[in-house]
C-alpha cells in the first residue's frame, strides 16, 4: 500500500478520515448525520468533502427504480448517484465530484478492469484484500481531488449486514495504516417504547459488538432517538460500548434537518472530533450563515402553497416524498428566502388522470410536475399541466415536466391530433417530443446504464425572457438527465403558436426553455433539466425563486 499520499510533510498535514457507519436499524438519517458533520467541521475553517458508499452490486443509482431507492441525484460531472450525494452539497454548498461515489458494482467494475489490463501483474486478485484496497484507493483519491484536511466517509447499510463487510475490511485496514488519521463514527437508535416509557441502549450495545467483530471500533456514537439523551444513558452507552462520555452525542429528533448542526454544536461535536483526529482547528465554529437561514426558515407567516404531481409518491400504504428530495427541498429554500411557509402537497397524477378531480388543483398557489419516466401517470400529468395554464395557476415543469408541458401545448394550441412523445407511443403521427440521435443508437445496444445526456451543461438564455430575468443571466450551467427532447421539426410550429423557446444549448439545437410570455401567464416555465440538484440552502435557486414568488403574487 502507497504511504506516501497521506504522510503529513512539515508544510502540509495529514488527511483525516471519518468513516461514518450505522448500527441498530436503517433510515435513522445516517446522510443527514454524515452531511450535518461536515457541515459543522466546515464550520471550523477545515476543507472538508463527503463521500457515499452504497452496498449494492448496481454500478450507479442510476438504473434503480426510485420507488425502491429514493432520487437519483446527478453530480455535476453526470455520475448518478444516492440522493445522500445532495444532501452533502446542500450541507457543504459545494459540488461534489463523481470520485466521491462509489458502489460494490463500481468497485468490483474497476478490480475486474485492471485484472484485465494485466495491472495486477499476474498474481491471484482476491476479494481480500484488492476490493478493500481499491475502496482505500478512491478514498485517497477522493481526498487528493478535493485538496481535503477531512474526508466523511458514510458506509451504506447497517453494521451486521453481510453486504458492507468488505467496507468494515477497508476501514479496518485504513485505521491499521494510519490509526491517528482515522476516526469511526457509528450512528445508532436509541428506541423509547411507549409500554417501557424509557429509552433503551441495548440494541446501540450488541451493534457496537458487531461492528468489534469486523475489528473496527468507534471513536463516537451519535445516538438518534425520538428524544434527547440523558446523561445517564449517556454514560450507559460510554461503558458498555468502550467509548469516552464526551463522545457519546445526543441527537433528538428536531423540527428540521438544518438544525442538526447547530444541535450538534449543543455537545461539542466538532471539538470531540478535533480532539480524537488530533486536528487543529482554523477557527472556532462559525455558523453564521447557517443560523441565519435556520432562522429564516421559520420566520414565515404566509403561506404558499404548491402542489407537486409525481407518480412515485404510492408505495403501498406509505407516502414517499424521498422520490422528489431534491424538488421539495429547493421548493423550501425558496420560500424560505422570500420569507414564506411552504405548504407541499404530494399529488398522485395517476389520481388526476379523472378530470373531475382536476377542480382540486384551485387549492394551490403553485402547480409542479418533476422529472419522470414511461406511460404511468402521463394523462393525469397532460390534464394537470392543461388545467394549470387554462386557469392561470403558476407551472414550473421539470425535464418530464417540461417535455409534457410542450407537449400539451402542441395538442391542444396548435391541435395536433395523436401528437405524443417517442417515449410513450412511437408510432403517433406528431412526435413532438424525439429521442436524441445520439440515444437511439445506445437504446438499440441496450447501453442503458449512465447512457442518458447527464451532468452539467450550458444553456443561452433570451434576455428579457422570464428565465432570463430569473437568472439575472444569459448563460447558465444546469445539470441533465435525458434521452428525449423538443423534436427539432415542431419547434417554429411551436414558436408560431406563442410557445416561447427562452433557453438552448448554445449551438442552439436543444431547447433547454420553454415559457409562456407573462402577459399571458404568471408564470408557465418549462425548463429541460434539473435546477432542483443545484438549489442550496444558502444559495436558493432563482428559478424557483421566480415560481415561488409568481405562485404568492397570484394567490
Ligand atoms: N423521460 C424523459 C427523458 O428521458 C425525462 C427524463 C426526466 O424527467 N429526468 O427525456
Same mark, same amino acid.
Given at each position: 500500500? &502507497?504511504?506516501?499520499?497521506?504522510?503529513?510533510?512539515?508544510?502540509?498535514?495529514?488527511?483525516?478520515?471519518?468513516?461514518?457507519? *450505522? *448500527?441498530?436499524?436503517? *433510515?435513522?438519517?445516517?446522510?443527514?448525520?454524515?452531511?450535518?458533520?461536515?457541515?459543522?467541521?466546515?464550520?471550523?475553517?477545515?476543507?472538508?468533502?463527503?463521500?457515499?458508499?452504497?452496498?449494492?452490486?448496481?454500478?450507479?443509482?442510476? %438504473? /434503480?427504480?426510485?420507488?425502491?431507492?429514493?432520487?437519483?441525484?446527478?453530480?455535476?460531472?453526470?455520475?448518478?448517484?444516492?440522493?445522500?450525494?445532495?444532501?452533502?452539497?446542500?450541507?457543504?454548498?459545494?459540488?461534489?465530484?463523481?470520485?466521491?461515489? /462509489?458502489?460494490?458494482?463500481?468497485?468490483?467494475?474497476?478490480?475486474?478492469?485492471?485484472?484485465?489490463?494485466?495491472?495486477?501483474?499476474?498474481?491471484?486478485?482476491?476479494?481480500?484484500?484488492?476490493?478493500?484496497?481499491?475502496?482505500?484507493?478512491?478514498?485517497?483519491?477522493?481526498?487528493?481531488?478535493?485538496?481535503?484536511?477531512?474526508?466523511?466517509?458514510?458506509?451504506?447499510? %447497517?453494521?451486521?449486514?453481510?453486504?458492507?463487510?468488505?467496507?468494515?475490511?477497508?476501514?479496518?485496514?485504513?485505521?491499521?495504516?494510519?490509526?491517528?488519521?482515522?476516526?469511526?463514527?457509528?450512528?445508532?437508535?436509541?428506541?423509547?417504547?411507549?409500554?417501557? *416509557?424509557?429509552? &433503551? %441502549?441495548?440494541?446501540?450495545?450488541?451493534?457496537?459488538?458487531?461492528?468489534?467483530?469486523?475489528?473496527?471500533?468507534?471513536?463516537?456514537?451519535?445516538?438518534?432517538?425520538?428524544?434527547?439523551?440523558?446523561?445517564?444513558?449517556?454514560? &450507559?452507552?460510554?461503558?458498555?460500548?468502550?467509548?469516552?462520555?464526551?463522545?457519546?452525542?445526543?441527537?433528538?429528533?428536531?423540527?428540521?434537518?438544518?438544525?442538526?448542526?447547530?444541535?450538534?454544536?449543543?455537545?461539542?461535536?466538532?471539538?470531540?472530533?478535533?480532539?480524537?483526529?488530533?486536528?487543529?482547528?482554523?477557527?472556532?465554529?462559525?455558523?453564521?450563515?447557517?443560523?441565519?437561514?435556520?432562522?429564516?426558515?421559520?420566520?414565515?407567516?404566509?403561506?404558499?402553497?404548491?402542489?407537486?404531481?409525481?407518480?412515485?409518491?404510492?408505495?403501498?400504504?406509505?407516502?414517499?416524498?424521498?422520490?422528489?428530495?431534491?424538488?421539495?427541498?429547493?421548493?423550501?429554500?425558496?420560500?424560505?428566502?422570500?420569507?414564506?411557509?411552504?405548504?407541499?402537497?404530494?399529488?398522485?397524477?395517476?389520481?388526476?388522470?379523472?378530470?373531475?378531480?382536476?377542480?382540486?388543483?384551485?387549492?394551490?398557489?403553485?402547480?409542479?410536475?418533476?422529472?419522470?419516466?414511461?406511460?404511468?401517470?402521463?394523462?393525469?400529468?397532460?390534464?394537470?399541466?392543461?388545467?394549470?395554464?387554462?386557469?392561470?395557476?403558476?407551472?414550473?415543469?421539470?425535464?418530464?415536466?417540461?417535455?409534457? /408541458?410542450?407537449?400539451?401545448?402542441? &395538442?391542444?394550441?396548435?391541435?395536433?391530433?395523436?401528437?405524443?412523445?417517442?417515449?410513450?407511443?412511437?408510432?403517433?403521427?406528431?412526435?413532438?417530443?424525439?429521442?436524441?440521435?445520439?440515444?437511439?443508437?445506445?437504446?438499440?445496444?441496450?447501453?442503458?446504464?449512465?447512457?442518458?445526456?447527464?451532468?452539467q451543461y450550458p444553456a443561452k438564455l433570451k434576455s428579457g425572457s422570464v428565465a432570463a430575468k430569473a437568472y439575472k443571466a444569459t448563460e447558465v450551467l444546469e445539470r441533465h438527465r435525458h434521452r428525449y427532447e423538443v423534436n427539432p421539426d415542431y419547434i417554429e410550429r411551436l414558436k408560431a403558436a406563442g410557445l416561447r423557446f427562452s433557453g438552448a444549448s448554445p449551438d442552439g439545437t436543444l431547447m433547454e426553455i420553454a415559457e409562456l410570455p407573462v402577459e399571458e401567464h404568471p408564470f408557465f416555465v418549462g425548463v429541460q433539466f434539473h435546477p432542483e440538484l443545484q438549489a442550496r440552502p444558502l444559495?436558493?435557486?432563482?428559478?424557483?425563486?421566480?415560481?415561488?414568488?409568481?405562485?404568492?403574487?397570484?394567490?
Amino acid at each position: 500500500m &502507497k504511504k506516501t499520499a497521506t504522510k503529513a510533510t512539515a508544510k502540509q498535514p495529514a488527511t483525516k478520515y471519518i468513516f461514518v457507519v *450505522g *448500527g441498530v436499524m436503517s *433510515g435513522v438519517g445516517k446522510g443527514i448525520t454524515s452531511s450535518s458533520i461536515a457541515c459543522v467541521l466546515q464550520a471550523r475553517g477545515l476543507k472538508v468533502t463527503a463521500m457515499k458508499i452504497d452496498p449494492y452490486i448496481n454500478v450507479d443509482a442510476g %438504473t /434503480m427504480n426510485p420507488t425502491e431507492h429514493g432520487e437519483v441525484f446527478v453530480l455535476k460531472d453526470g455520475l448518478e448517484t444516492d440522493q445522500d450525494m445532495g444532501n452533502y452539497e446542500r450541507f457543504l454548498n459545494a459540488d461534489m465530484p463523481s470520485i466521491n461515489y /462509489m458502489t460494490t458494482g463500481s468497485v468490483y467494475q474497476s478490480v475486474i478492469e485492471k485484472e484485465r489490463n494485466l495491472e495486477y501483474g499476474g498474481r491471484n486478485v482476491e476479494v481480500v484484500p484488492d476490493i478493500p484496497l481499491e475502496v482505500i484507493r478512491r478514498i485517497k483519491q477522493a481526498a487528493h481531488v478535493a485538496a481535503a484536511d477531512v474526508v466523511l466517509i458514510e458506509v451504506g447499510g %447497517t453494521v451486521g449486514e453481510y453486504q458492507n463487510v468488505l467496507f468494515l475490511e477497508a476501514i479496518r485496514m485504513m485505521k491499521t495504516e494510519q490509526p491517528e488519521n482515522v476516526a469511526v463514527v457509528m450512528v445508532s437508535y436509541l428506541p423509547v417504547p411507549t409500554a417501557i *416509557g424509557e429509552m &433503551k %441502549t441495548k440494541p446501540t450495545q450488541t451493534a457496537v459488538r458487531m461492528l468489534n467483530s469486523a475489528g473496527v471500533f468507534a471513536d463516537m456514537i451519535i445516538c438518534r432517538s425520538s428524544v434527547p439523551v440523558d446523561q445517564k444513558r449517556k454514560e &450507559k452507552v460510554a461503558t458498555f460500548c468502550n467509548v469516552r462520555v464526551e463522545n457519546v452525542i445526543s441527537s433528538p429528533d428536531l423540527q428540521s434537518i438544518y438544525d442538526i448542526p447547530l444541535n450538534y454544536e449543543e455537545d461539542n461535536l466538532s471539538s470531540q472530533l478535533l480532539t480524537i483526529l488530533c486536528l487543529k482547528s482554523k477557527k472556532p465554529t462559525d455558523l453564521k450563515a447557517w443560523k441565519q437561514f435556520v432562522k429564516q426558515s421559520k420566520n414565515g407567516v404566509d403561506t404558499v402553497k404548491i402542489a407537486v404531481v409525481g407518480k412515485y409518491f404510492n408505495s403501498g400504504d406509505f407516502v414517499l416524498s424521498d422520490v422528489y428530495i431534491s424538488v421539495l427541498e429547493a421548493i423550501k429554500f425558496s420560500a424560505y428566502k422570500l420569507n414564506l411557509k411552504p405548504e407541499i402537497t404530494y399529488l398522485s397524477s395517476q389520481d388526476l388522470a379523472d378530470r373531475k378531480q382536476l377542480k382540486k388543483l384551485n387549492a394551490f398557489d403553485g402547480i409542479l410536475v418533476p422529472g419522470g419516466f414511461g406511460t404511468t401517470g402521463i394523462e393525469g400529468k397532460l390534464n394537470v399541466i392543461e388545467y394549470a395554464r387554462k386557469q392561470e395557476i403558476p407551472y414550473f415543469g421539470i425535464c418530464y415536466g417540461m417535455q409534457l /408541458m410542450v407537449l400539451e401545448f402542441a &395538442k391542444h394550441v396548435l391541435r395536433l391530433k395523436n401528437a405524443s412523445t417517442e417515449e410513450i407511443d412511437p408510432t403517433a403521427s406528431h412526435l413532438v417530443i424525439g429521442i436524441m440521435p445520439e440515444q437511439r443508437e445506445k437504446i438499440a445496444k441496450r447501453e442503458m446504464g449512465g447512457s442518458m445526456r447527464l451532468g452539467q451543461y450550458p444553456a443561452k438564455l433570451k434576455s428579457g425572457s422570464v428565465a432570463a430575468k430569473a437568472y439575472k443571466a444569459t448563460e447558465v450551467l444546469e445539470r441533465h438527465r435525458h434521452r428525449y427532447e423538443v423534436n427539432p421539426d415542431y419547434i417554429e410550429r411551436l414558436k408560431a403558436a406563442g410557445l416561447r423557446f427562452s433557453g438552448a444549448s448554445p449551438d442552439g439545437t436543444l431547447m433547454e426553455i420553454a415559457e409562456l410570455p407573462v402577459e399571458e401567464h404568471p408564470f408557465f416555465v418549462g425548463v429541460q433539466f434539473h435546477p432542483e440538484l443545484q438549489a442550496r440552502p444558502l444559495a436558493p435557486h432563482p428559478l424557483f425563486t421566480a415560481f415561488i414568488k409568481a405562485a404568492y403574487e397570484s394567490k
